[in-house]
């Protein structure tokens, strides 16, 4: 581990280039001044002079490699003859050392947001947003990273399906291009792995089988984002990725254990409106009973008070409305 952090590059530098437009302006005007003393040289005939045109006219075209363009939140991370040169940063047009190269390890059709044009390609489990062309530049716009719904088990080992968005961008060049191998490729995998992680240290749903007090994935979702969001931050820190939010956008059980789980939760909702009819019925009985004694309407023995407590419990309880009966004899 210690030989790997020691070959990974930690810090990126930030070039400090000059305006283009004077070094084009130069470049061009030399240009044309070495084909206009091609012509003169070879009207008087001046051997080393046209020599010096001819190879000034075929390699003149090399300094012009150094002029670099960039748009608002791009950057180019630059390579010398093997070595790390530097990131350019900055909109503007630029002039830099005609030999450095840039360097930019992520296809265009495999990363999330290099380009803002449509069109949609799956890389690995992701969605994402891709552009057309061959584009050296980096870009440091905030990406989405959507990633498809995948099946993990919860803490209680019950399968569900759950996915995820992520907002990320990349903070530090120089470790997005040289210490992975693809970024974009990497972010994704790791996404995956912290979001079984996470997954895997909470219930789905609170339950009799829970603690209260225990949190779970679809009732503390604003705690499981940010734990998912520092957990995918540490192992992306190597690759100078800054994670901005982690959400989830989709969670529900597998489809095996669905309609299981769904039944589950109606007898458990049904059990609980019994509950709730239940307490509300023994509350009014008991509040009829206390109002009939306190008025004088009517006394009753204890046998009587059974079965009017039956027949109120019986009527409040019921699934279908009483049908009234009456006595039109003896109250006895």
């Not at 952090?5 to 070039?15: A, L, P, Q």
């Not at 109606?266 to 008025?295: H, P, T, W, Y």
Request: proline share 3%; glycine share 8%; net charge negative.
């Amino acid at each position: 581990m210690n030989n790997i952090e020691k070959n990974n590059i930690t810090e990126e530098k930030i070039i400090s280039a000059r305006n283009g437009v004077f070094p084009l302006i130069l470049i061009l005007g030399v240009y044309i001044a070495a084909i206009g003393g091609l012509i003169l040289s070879i009207a008087f005939e001046a051997i080393p002079l046209i020599i010096l045109s001819i190879v000034y006219i075929i390699a003149g075209w090399i300094p012009l490699t150094g002029l670099k363009l960039l748009r608002p939140n791009e950057a180019y991370v630059l390579t010398l003859f093997g070595n790390y040169y530097g990131t350019l940063k900055g909109p503007g047009y630029f002039y830099v050392h005609p030999f450095a190269s840039a360097i930019n390890p992520v296809k265009e059709e495999q990363t999330g947001a290099v380009a803002e044009v449509s069109g949609n390609v799956n890389s690995g489990n992701t969605n994402v947003k891709v552009g057309s062309g061959f584009n050296k530049r980096i870009s440091l716009k905030t990406m989405t990273l959507d990633n498809q719904k995948q099946k993990i088990n919860d803490k209680m080992g019950n399968p569900i399906e759950i996915g995820i968005v992520v907002i990320w961008r990349i903070a530090n060049t120089a470790r997005a291009v040289f210490n992975v191998d693809n970024y974009a490729e990497f972010l994704s995998i790791q996404c995956d792995s912290a979001l079984r992680d996470i997954v895997r240290m909470y219930p789905y749903d609170v339950t009799d089988d829970v603690d209260e007090g225990e949190k779970s994935l679809r009732g503390s979702s604003v705690e499981i984002a940010q734990n998912l969001r520092d957990e995918l931050q540490s192992k992306v820190e190597i690759a100078g990725l800054e994670v901005h939010e982690a959400r989830i956008t989709h969670l529900a059980y597998a489809p095996e254990i669905a309609a299981a789980m769904l039944q589950r939760q109606q007898a458990s909702a049904i059990v609980d409106a019994r509950q709730m009819i239940v307490e509300g019925a023994v509350g009014m009985v008991e509040m009829a009973l206390a109002k009939l004694s306190e008025n004088n309407v009517v006394e009753l023995d204890e046998e009587r008070k059974a079965a009017m407590v039956s027949n109120l419990l019986v009527v409040l309880c019921g699934n279908r409305d009483a049908q009234p009966i009456v006595n039109s004899g003896s109250l006895y």
